[in-house]
DNA sequence: TCAAGGCGCTAATACGAATTATCAAAGGGG
DNA sequence: CCCCTTTGATAATTCGTATTAGCGCCTTGA
């Protein structure tokens, strides 16, 4: 069971008792100045072609021009499983749609080692060089990692902001979303607004922290979420949260319930994007909150957009904020009057 | 910020002072008689390759043809979005923990056109080539093009049974898993039943309805699914009805109580295997459906295994049918004593 | 009759990595 | 001092395709 050799342009040649060069420059349809095939010299080629189903293999086409049409697509968590797939989904539907439409293939880089439930780009046996370049996706990047893959010239592009002075991204406008709810709320009559979140670390923190700072008057940060961080809020005269996990507000609605306050009507609870940890609970008697959604998909869609043109040698338009589209929702109400 | 050149044998063999051959020989720990390099050599070339984060070109090594360490993923569907993206999510996590077991990546062929919302393998630049071999995901796969590849010597696993003889397999072994079924039905009671699918296309289809033929005494096979054809099977005496597709199932349960009938005191109706289509309606009053369901995990995990077997040479092994596992559900009871 | 130029095609080379044959230098034995 | 062996590395070639320079032949014009 050895397998056939392929059929080559070498053979084509022979059989119709022409060079190799001209059955590639019959195929290629080359008709450039300087390069001209007599019809009946052509017509022949074309005839032993068709008989022999020749096709050029396209890796050996790829060789000549020196691009894999590969792109690489690091996640920092695990692809398909985790708990945090519903999250990651959207960007790789943008990104599989983006790759489809160029003619790419992806590249999943699976056999970078999990170190902490993390992952490592910059390990001795990366192959990140399989790719034309790639499309980083997750969270937290190290930053350090980043910097060096800029450094030695490998093209990437991220999904999320990055702080990086010179990293291509595709991000989300968190600030300009939150800074919209913020003011919504504001004008609605809340005066003492606080923010639920790390507010730092990733890029998609501290902008929305920086946001809320913005358009909130009196502004409150929290980080930890339980009932005594509820307690502390509320007597601080808190009448609206915004919390930057789905997961978290629906914590801190529970709390509030145990409390007898009721939501929206004597608390607003507004979220700053689409879950990534999963959330527990009843999806029946879920709330319906008040907030913005990420362009996830449309964020993979450009990400790999961006990652091309930066092959192409484009220098500009290769960092971009997409606007996240509001919610409505029914946890937010005008705050009871004192 | 001009396009990077990528990195060559060239290049590190100029830093290590040493020869281009002497870098693929370190690179491919060549230790075969007459081929030598000194320990400190060997090392300075490491390093350099080590510093530069250098990978062998996938595409000039595929030329003289060795391995990538790529595994190829064909999907007759588009891998991540869609509605059937519930279905065959499992299968992908079982492939990617294979891959990262094994130290691979997973090349997504998101290049192939797709014509009339399916994939086509074989098209005239089709790119299988870059992967050492690929695993094949999807329920209806063109016969032609397989055996093409088959034939080609091209290394695939399928993921599902296939008729075709040579091709390396992991399938659910629907026939034992539905026969199974029905003599439960049967010794409960159940004298005539129905099974309600396809039966025929796929090969999943037709090894659900000959297992079912093999266990069931009175065998009743429908393709509709509908208000009429649940009376005409109520019409022939039907107790126990054997569903193919989840969807289906619920859509009958639907008739069926329009028509004052209880399920399952006075119709059971089992399933066979996971939804491919969601489920419409509201996932809190549905039913809790007795039947079974499909290995995917272990399914995509072990075509991954049965791929690289059959790269290494491997003739035997290579098809292999999984258990399907039981599931007790509620919806299968005695008939009732007419 | 001969230079100029058009035409049709091919030889040669590049692309990046793997492999084979070969070669230079060093060491050992007689 | 010569021959032979071992060691360590390299030049040259291969894979299949694309590209470019240029080679003969033929026509044309003066």
Avoid at 26 to 41: C, H, K, Q, S
Avoid at 155 to 181: N, Q, S, W
Avoid at 267 to 292: E, H, K, M, N, Q
Avoid at 300 to 327: D, F, I, K, M
Wanted: hydrophobic fraction near 45%.
């Amino acid at each position: 069971m050895s397998n056939p050799r392929r059929i080559t342009q070498r053979d084509i040649a022979r059989l119709a008792r022409v060079s190799q060069a001209t059955v590639s420059l019959v195929l290629n349809n080359r008709t450039d100045a300087g390069v001209r095939i007599a019809p009946e010299t052509r017509e022949r080629v074309l005839e032993v072609i068709r008989e022999t189903g020749y096709v050029a293999d396209p890796i050996a086409r790829r060789l000549v021009d020196r691009r894999n049409r590969i792109i690489g697509v690091f996640t920092y968590e695990p692809v398909f499983p985790s708990a945090t797939r519903d999250f990651y989904h959207p960007f790789l539907v943008g990104i599989e749609e983006a790759a489809e439409r160029l003619g790419c293939d992806l590249l999943l880089f699976t056999s970078t080692p999990v170190v902490d439930g993390r992952r490592r780009i910059l390990h001795e046996e990366n192959r990140l060089r399989l790719a034309d370049g790639s499309v980083l996706l997750g969270r937290h990047m190290d930053a350090d990692e980043v910097s060096k893959l800029v450094a030695d010239g490998y093209p990437i592009a991220a999904v999320g902001r990055r702080d990086h002075d010179a990293v291509p991204y595709v991000g989300a406008d968190y600030a300009a979303a939150t800074a919209a709810l913020v003011r919504n709320a504001v004008a609605l009559g809340h005066r003492t607004c606080a923010y639920v979140g790390p507010g730092a670390g990733a890029e998609s923190s501290t902008d929305r922290l920086r946001g809320f700072r913005d358009a909130a008057g009196d502004a409150i940060h929290a980080t930890d979420v339980n009932a005594s961080a509820l307690d502390a809020l509320l007597a601080a005269g808190v009448t609206a949260l915004f919390v930057e996990e789905p997961a978290d507000a629906v914590a801190l609605v529970g709390f509030a319930r145990e409390r007898g306050l009721r939501v929206p009507a004597d608390l607003s609870v507004l979220t700053l994007g689409d879950p990534v940890r999963p959330i527990d609970g009843d999806p029946a008697d879920r709330l319906d909150f008040t907030g913005f959604s990420i362009p996830r998909r449309e964020m993979g869609w450009q990400a790999v957009e961006v990652l091309t043109e930066s092959l192409e040698g484009a220098a500009t338009g290769l960092q971009r904020l997409l606007a996240c589209e509001p919610v409505a929702g029914t946890t937010l109400a005008r705050p009871a009057a004192h």
